[in-house]
């Protein structure tokens, strides 16, 4: 649920960005004038937001306003001309001037609070990918989905103490959605009384998450092995029937 209202959220911020490009499509045969404004900055107090507001027509740049420099240059004979007369309109540089807080330092604390310092919480699976015997060991995975930030930690306890070998693990890999998935794999001896549980440290938690796996109980296992015995058995059972068969009927004409 909570997701689905961020989601809402940033489509807004995405349609925002479209109101920033004001297309005016003049004539039906396609040419078009459009302003695109920029807000760049570094800082994370926005102090050196700058602003930089570009006219064109038909991709060319015609007039472009830096706020750093506080005045409108222009491209081409028509745009140094404009830029000649709007510069000497001191209110309409003014008002350009004034969207560095009323435009860029306005939308850029929304998008810090939506996007940048945005946490999710992840869902933790654990999973088993081969459930081991007295020869083999065992495999469980621990699968971390739909986290953000990126950075985590993912790591595994066997009986309160952090292991450290017999694991691999992927490594932050992005859905394409903003959010990841991180997948671990421990191989462990089937013992009755080990506990083994996948601890996960994320910037969404105030502590570290702990995961205990239940193994599954030992059941009845349909392996490659098993399908082959039960293949060879009927093959078998076909062979001796088609022959007991064949001999019963020679008997029968012979009579
Ligand atoms: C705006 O002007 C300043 C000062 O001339 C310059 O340093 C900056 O690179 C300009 N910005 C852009 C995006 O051209
Ligand atoms: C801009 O102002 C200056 C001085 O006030 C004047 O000489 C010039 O003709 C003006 N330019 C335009 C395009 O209005």
Same mark, same amino acid.
């Given at each position: 649920?909570?997701?689905?209202?961020?989601?809402?959220?940033?489509?807004?911020?995405?349609?925002?960005?479209?109101?920033?490009?004001?297309?005016? =499509?003049?004539?039906?045969?396609?040419?078009?004038?459009?302003?695109? +404004?920029?807000?760049?900055?570094?800082?994370?107090?926005?102090?050196?937001?700058?602003?930089?507001?570009?006219?064109?027509?038909?991709?060319?740049?015609?007039?472009?306003?830096?706020? +750093?420099?506080?005045?409108? $240059?222009?491209?081409?004979?028509?745009?140094?001309?404009?830029?000649?007369?709007?510069?000497?309109? *001191?209110?309409?540089?003014?008002? *350009?001037?004034?969207?560095?807080? +009323?435009?860029?330092?306005?939308?850029?604390?929304?998008?810090?609070?939506?996007?940048?310092?945005?946490?999710?919480?992840? $869902?933790?699976?654990?999973?088993?990918?081969?459930?081991?015997?007295?020869?083999?060991?065992?495999?469980?995975?621990? #699968?971390?989905?739909?986290?953000?930030?990126?950075? /985590?930690?993912?790591?595994?306890?066997?009986?309160? $103490?952090?292991?450290? #070998? %017999?694991? =691999?693990?992927?490594?932050?890999?992005?859905?394409?959605?903003?959010?990841?998935?991180?997948?671990?794999?421990?191989?462990?001896?089937?013992? #009755?009384?080990?506990?083994?549980?996948?601890?996960?440290?994320?910037?969404?938690? =105030?502590?570290?998450?702990?995961? %205990?796996?239940?193994?599954?109980?030992?059941?009845?296992?349909?392996?490659?092995?098993?399908?082959? *015995?039960?293949? #060879?058995?009927?093959?078998?059972?076909?062979? /001796?029937?088609?022959?007991?068969?064949?001999?019963?009927?020679?008997?029968? *004409?012979?009579?």
């Amino acid at each position: 649920m909570r997701k689905r209202e961020e989601m809402t959220l940033l489509k807004l911020l995405n349609f925002l960005h479209v109101l920033m490009l004001s297309v005016f =499509t003049g004539a039906a045969d396609g040419y078009y004038f459009y302003t695109w +404004t920029q807000c760049i900055y570094s800082s994370p107090d926005l102090r050196d937001m700058e602003l930089i507001e570009s006219f064109c027509f038909n991709k060319y740049p015609v007039l472009r306003f830096n706020s +750093t420099v506080g005045m409108f $240059e222009g491209f081409s004979d028509f745009g140094v001309k404009t830029a000649e007369n709007w510069n000497n309109d *001191t209110n309409l540089l003014q008002q *350009t001037l004034a969207k560095v807080y +009323t435009f860029c330092k306005a939308n850029a604390k929304v998008y810090e609070a939506a996007i940048y310092r945005k946490k999710e919480r992840p $869902e933790v699976r654990l999973t088993s990918v081969m459930p081991g015997d007295s020869t083999h060991p065992a495999l469980v995975k621990c #699968s971390v989905y739909d986290f953000y930030p990126p950075p /985590i930690k993912v790591y595994w306890l066997k009986d309160g $103490e952090e292991v450290t #070998s %017999d694991v =691999t693990s992927t490594e932050e890999l992005p859905n394409g959605d903003w959010y990841h998935q991180i997948h671990s794999v421990l191989e462990y001896t089937p013992k #009755s009384a080990e506990n083994i549980s996948c601890v996960v440290e994320h910037a969404s938690f =105030t502590r570290p998450m702990i995961y %205990d796996w239940t193994p599954p109980a030992p059941g009845f296992e349909w392996d490659i092995r098993l399908l082959f *015995t039960v293949e #060879s058995a009927a093959l078998l059972l076909g062979i /001796i029937t088609a022959t007991v068969g064949y001999i019963y009927y020679k008997i029968k *004409t012979w009579s």
